[in-house]
């Protein structure tokens, strides 16, 4: 299993480059919410993204999130 860490005050302040780096997405990942979404569904593994801060970011994000892992079979999400 993956397990991720992410940081609400690093996405505050580096936005997708920081989110292209920890969670390794793809060279054709579109830097907005829907292609998140899209990124985080295709994940094939057993992957559990924990945010911490989430305070820090958009309740848009978080619901990116949030949804990707009902949808996922391989993905869970968790935050503070």
Same mark, same amino acid.
């Not at 609400?8 to 936005?15: A, M, P, T, Y």
């Not at 060279?27 to 569904?41: H, I, Q, V």
């Not at 993204?49 to 309740?59: A, C, G, P, T």
């Given at each position: 299993?993956?397990?991720?860490?992410?940081?609400?005050?690093? $996405?505050?302040?580096? %936005?997708?480059?920081?989110? $292209?780096?920890?969670?390794?997405?793809?060279?054709?990942?579109?830097?907005?919410?829907?292609?998140?979404?899209?990124?985080?569904?295709? $994940?094939?593994?057993?992957?559990? $993204?924990?945010?911490?801060?989430?305070?820090?970011?958009?309740?848009?994000?978080?619901?990116?999130?949030?949804?990707?892992?009902?949808? %996922?079979?391989?993905?869970?999400? %968790?935050?503070?």
């Amino acid at each position: 299993m993956n397990i991720i860490e992410l940081d609400g005050k690093k $996405i505050k302040l580096l %936005s997708h480059e920081y989110l $292209i780096e920890m969670l390794d997405l793809p060279s054709y990942y579109g830097r907005n919410l829907d292609a998140l979404y899209d990124c985080l569904t295709e $994940i094939g593994v057993e992957t559990e $993204i924990h945010l911490i801060n989430s305070k820090d970011i958009s309740l848009d994000l978080y619901d990116t999130f949030f949804d990707a892992a009902c949808e %996922s079979d391989f993905l869970t999400f %968790s935050s503070d």
